[in-house]
């Protein structure tokens, strides 16, 4: 898709920020403004700075868990 070709795609969202600094998004880099703030999201997935927290859950069980007393 060239330049001209998106210039004349109606946007089906509502324009949003850039997810990362704020200014206005786009179309082009969406959900950002630039290359740079893509480029800028993209190593910091690489990196591993983006975490989804899990907790771990014990496997210990004890008779009353069980319930097998």
Not at 27 to 38: I, N
Not at 45 to 59: C, F, H, N, Q, R
């Amino acid at each position: 898709m060239t330049d001209a070709d998106l210039n004349n795609v109606t946007p089906l969202r509502s324009a949003r920020p850039c997810a990362l600094c704020g200014k206005k998004a786009d179309q082009k880099f969406h959900p950002f403004c630039s290359k740079h703030c893509a480029d800028v999201d993209l190593s910091r997935w690489l990196k591993g700075s983006y975490v989804i927290p899990a907790s771990e859950e014990t496997e210990e069980w004890s008779e009353e868990q069980d319930g097998s007393t």
